[in-house]
C-alpha cells in the first residue's frame, strides 16, 4: 500500500481505500471460521468470543505495520490494541475517515461493543480464579501447595489467604488422593469462615519426558562425571544395552526414543544440557554436548528431558492421569491440561470427565498448559474445542516451552499468546518461575521483580511452592496493584504520575 501523501484528506482517502478492503477480507475469512466452527459451540456465551478470535486472526494475518503511522499522523487509533474488540476497533477507525473524506458515512460502532469483550474476560477471569474486592489487584494471585499444606490443619492455606491468595494449585503429579483431599477440606473450612470463593485448580500430571536410569560407564568417570561441550554419552532403550565404556541413560517414554535421529537436538534439565544425535547404533542414539554451562553439567535421574523441534505424537492422558481424575472431577474447579497438544487431546479430557462427573454436577473448567511447539500452532484450535463446551483458560507454561521453542523466542511468543486469548476472551495464567527467588531464598532478583510486574498483563499469575510463598505473595500483590495503576492489558492508563510531582513514587 502507498501512503506518500502529505495532504490530510488524500492521506485519509488512501487510508480509507485501503482499510476497506482489509476489513472486506477480513470479514469473509472470518465468516469462513465460524462457518466452520459452529458446529463445535455447544455454549451459546462462547459464540461472540470464536466470532471475535476469527476476526482478530483473519486480520493479523496482514502487515498493519504500514498503517499505523499514517493513522497516527491524523490523530485516529492505530488498531494496535484492537484484540479484545476487533470488528468495532476497524470500523470505527473507517468512520471517522469517511467523514473526514466526505464519502458516505460509515456508522460508529457504540460504546458498549467496545467494552462488551472486556466484560466477559473479566467475569471468566473471576470465574475461574476467584471474584475480588474492590483495589484489590486486577490479576489474581495462584499458589502451588506443598505437600504438608494437605496435614497441617490448614495453617499454610490459612496464611496464604491472609497473604492474598486468590486461588491454588495442586500438583496432581505429586501425592495422592489422601493429600489432596486435606488441602480441599481445609480451604472449603476457611470459605465457609471468610465468606469468599477460592477456587482450586488441579494439575494432571501429563506424559513424564525424563532420564530413568544412568550408567556411567568405567571411562565416563563414575556417577559425578561432568559433561563439557564436545563429550558424548548415549541415551538407549534398555540400559543393559548400554555401548561399553560411554556414559549411557535410558528415557522414560518410548516416543523419545522414536524420535532420536541423527541431527535431532536434545535438552536435558530443563535447558542445562543440549546435545546432538551423532549417530545411531544397536539400538543407542550417540549424542555430542553442544552447549553446556561453563562448568559443566551433570546428567541425573528424573531430569528433564526435551527434543525441540521434535512433534511428539503422545496421549496427553495418562493412566496416572485417568486415575487422578476419579478424584479431580469431583472436587477441582479447574483442570490444568498438561502437554495438551490436539483437538483430540481435548475431546479425550471431557468424555474423561463426563464418564466420572455425577448426575448433574458441574465439570471443572479446563486450563490449556501450552508447553509444545504443536501446542502452540494449534492453540486457537484448542481454545475452540474447549470452550465450545466448557470454561476454559490458557497457562502459559514457559519453563517447558522456553526450551522447546528457544529462550530467545519466548518473550515474542508469550506476548503473541496474550494477544489471542484477549481476542478469544479467554484468561490467561502467567506461570514458571514467578519471583521464584523470594519463594525459595526470600528475596528477589531485580529481573524477577520485573517479570512480576509484566505478569500483570494476565488474568492470573502462578507463584511456585517455596518455604516463603506467604511473603512472595504479599510481595506480588504490592507489584500488581502499583502496574494496575499504570497499565490495562495493552493500553496505558495514563493515570497521574507521582514522582516528578514531588510525591512518593
Given at each position: 500500500m502507498t501512503l506518500t501523501s502529505q495532504d490530510p484528506v488524500e492521506l485519509a482517502k488512501t487510508l480509507l481505500a485501503d482499510l476497506t478492503a482489509l476489513q472486506t477480507k477480513m470479514l469473509a475469512e472470518a465468516a469462513?471460521?465460524?462457518?466452520?466452527?459452529?458446529?463445535?459451540?455447544?455454549?451459546?456465551?462462547?459464540?461472540?468470543?470464536?466470532?471475535?478470535?476469527?476476526d482478530w486472526l483473519a486480520l493479523r494475518r496482514a502487515d498493519l505495520s504500514s498503517l499505523q503511522q499514517p493513522l497516527s499522523t491524523l490523530g485516529l487509533s492505530t488498531l494496535g490494541r484492537l484484540d479484545a474488540h476487533v470488528?468495532?476497533?476497524?470500523?470505527?477507525?473507517?468512520?471517522?475517515?469517511?467523514?473526514i473524506v466526505g464519502a458516505p458515512p460509515v456508522a460508529f460502532p457504540s460504546r458498549e461493543d467496545f467494552e462488551a469483550g472486556e466484560a466477559v474476560l473479566a467475569a471468566r477471569r473471576d470465574e475461574l480464579f476467584g471474584a475480588q474486592e474492590p483495589g484489590d489487584p486486577r490479576t489474581r494471585v495462584m499458589v502451588t501447595l506443598p505437600t504438608e499444606a494437605g496435614t497441617d490443619g490448614g495453617a499454610l492455606i490459612a496464611s496464604l489467604v491472609e497473604a492474598g491468595m486468590d486461588c491454588l494449585r495442586i500438583n496432581c503429579a505429586h501425592d495422592g488422593p489422601e493429600v489432596w483431599g486435606g488441602m480441599v477440606t481445609y480451604l472449603r473450612e476457611i470459605e465457609v469462615k471468610t465468606g469468599r470463593h477460592f477456587p482450586i485448580s488441579m494439575d494432571l500430571g501429563g506424559p513424564k519426558f525424563r532420564v530413568l536410569e544412568i550408567e556411567a560407564g568405567k571411562k565416563a568417570g563414575g556417577e559425578k562425571h561432568v559433561f563439557l561441550v564436545g563429550d558424548q554419552f548415549a541415551l538407549v532403550r534398555d540400559i543393559k544395552h548400554a555401548p561399553k565404556g560411554l556414559f549411557s541413560a535410558?528415557?522414560?517414554h518410548e516416543a523419545l526414543v522414536e524420535a532420536l535421529e541423527p541431527g535431532a537436538e536434545v535438552s536435558i534439565d530443563d535447558g542445562k544440557i543440549w546435545a546432538k544425535v551423532d549417530h545411531i547404533t544397536d539400538g543407542a542414539a550417540v549424542l555430542t554436548v553442544t552447549r553446556v554451562p561453563e562448568k559443566g553439567g551433570k546428567i541425573k535421574p528424573e531430569k528433564g528431558v526435551n527434543l525441540p523441534g521434535s512433534n511428539l505424537r503422545v496421549d496427553a492422558l495418562t493412566p496416572d492421569d485417568l486415575k487422578a481424575l476419579d478424584f479431580v472431577v469431583g472436587h477441582a474447579d479447574v483442570v490444568s491440561f498438561s502437554f495438551v497438544q490436539t483437538v483430540a487431546d481435548v475431546q479425550s479430557l471431557i468424555n474423561a470427565m463426563k464418564d466420572r462427573a455425577s448426575p448433574g454436577k458441574k465439570l471443572p473448567a479446563i486450563v490449556l498448559k501450552i508447553e509444545t511447539p504443536m501446542g502452540l500452532r494449534n492453540l486457537p484450535e484448542l481454545i475452540l474445542e474447549a470452550g465450545g463446551t466448557l470454561p476454559v483458560g490458557v497457562m502459559i507454561a514457559r519453563g517447558d516451552l522456553a526450551v522447546e521453542i528457544g529462550f530467545d523466542r519466548l518473550s515474542e511468543i508469550q506476548e503473541e499468546i496474550l494477544w489471542l486469548c484477549e481476542a478469544a476472551q479467554v484468561p490467561v495464567i502467567w506461570a514458571t518461575q514467578v519471583l521464584e527467588g523470594m519463594v525459595r531464598d526470600g528475596q528477589a532478583s531485580r529481573a524477577e521483580v520485573t517479570d512480576a510486574a509484566m505478569s500483570q498483563r494476565a488474568e492470573c499469575v502462578m507463584l511456585n511452592k517455596g518455604p516463603h510463598a506467604v511473603e512472595a505473595v504479599s510481595f506480588l500483590r504490592d507489584i500488581l496493584s502499583r502496574m494496575d495503576r499504570h497499565q490495562t492489558k495493552k493500553s496505558p492508563r495514563l493515570g497521574p504520575l507521582r514522582v516528578w510531582r514531588g510525591q512518593e513514587a
Open positions: 469462513a471460521s465460524v462457518k466452520d466452527w459452529t458446529p463445535r459451540i455447544h455454549r451459546p456465551e462462547f459464540t461472540a468470543s470464536a466470532a471475535n478470535m476469527a470488528g468495532p476497533s476497524v470500523q470505527a477507525v473507517l468512520a471517522v475517515l469517511s467523514r535410558t528415557l522414560s
